[in-house]
T-cell receptor, first 115, second 118 residues
Framework: NAGVTQTPKFQVLKTGQSMTLQCAQD?????MSWYRQDPGMGLRLIHY???????DQGEVPNGYNVSRSTTEDFPLRLLSAAPSQTSVYFC??????????????FGQGTRLTVV | AQKITQTQPGMFVQEKEAVTLDCTYD???????LFWYKQPSSGEMIFLIY??????QNATEGRYSLNFQKARKSANLVISASQLGDSAMYFC???????????????FGKGTKLSVKP
């Protein structure tokens, strides 16, 4: 059982380039999300999805796009990379239950540097 | 206003001693969950322990326990018998269960860096 698979692990982009961070989960989780982690800031929510075809913005969505065409996949697109998007990105998935008591499973993270 | 507050940016503890990492939270949702995650230097996020707002007893998982004080909106993590491998960043997080489609969202604190001294 692979859990949450996130690729690539490392990426260097030039300002203005676009790229897609891939995220796939094999646990049939309804909920998937993308976070970015910056020093001293904890993890901040970028976008999330509660099921195929449904996405919504989190706390810091600007400069990022997402789509959810299948339950398994939730790619994050950087449209025109900026140095401010240098960060570590995490994809997470969880099962949605009424009491919110399910843990989130995280991918290994992507360390992105924009130069 | 911050929903999750971790007031200790960094802490030191002697090996084999217990340590408490502080976490306070702010929510008006009667149904919520509180989580602690560990992030070692390798970068992965490791789930440690969960406490539900309706749970009557404090959660425990091996050497980890959660000191849940609902009236004070406090969910401190206690690590007993610290080991060198406990050196890591620790994040407190909350999920509010009643917010419709966003009920899956985890809100994180800024973290506490724990260093265990031999």
């Amino acid at each position: 059982n692979a859990g949450v698979t996130q690729t690539p692990k490392f990426q260097v982009l030039k300002t203005g380039q676009s790229m897609t961070l891939q995220c796939a989960q094999d646990m049939n989780h309804e909920y998937m999300s993308w976070y970015r982690q910056d020093p001293g800031m904890g993890l901040r929510l970028i976008h999330y999805s509660v099921g195929a075809g449904i996405t919504d913005q989190g706390e810091v969505p600007n400069g990022y796009n997402v789509s959810r065409s299948t339950t398994e996949d939730f790619p994050l697109r950087l449209l025109s990379a900026a140095p401010s998007q240098t960060s570590v990105y995490f994809c997470a998935s969880s099962s949605i239950e009424g009491q919110g008591n399910t843990e989130a499973f995280f991918g290994q993270g992507t360390r992105l540097t924009v130069v | 206003a911050q929903k999750i507050t971790q007031t200790q940016p960094g802490m030191f503890v002697q090996e084999k001693e217990a340590v408490t990492l502080d976490c306070t939270y702010d929510t008006s949702d009667p149904s919520y969950g509180l989580f602690w995650y560990k992030q070692p230097s390798s970068g992965e996020m490791i789930f440690l322990i969960y406490q539900g707002s309706y749970d009557q007893q404090n959660a425990t998982e091996g050497r980890y326990s959660l000191n849940f004080q609902k009236a004070r909106k406090s969910a401190n993590l206690v690590i007993s018998a610290s080991q060198l491998g406990d050196s890591a960043m620790y994040f407190c997080a909350m999920r509010e269960a009643s917010l419709g489609g966003s009920q899956g969202n985890l809100i994180f604190g800024k973290g506490t860096k724990l260093s265990v001294k031999p």
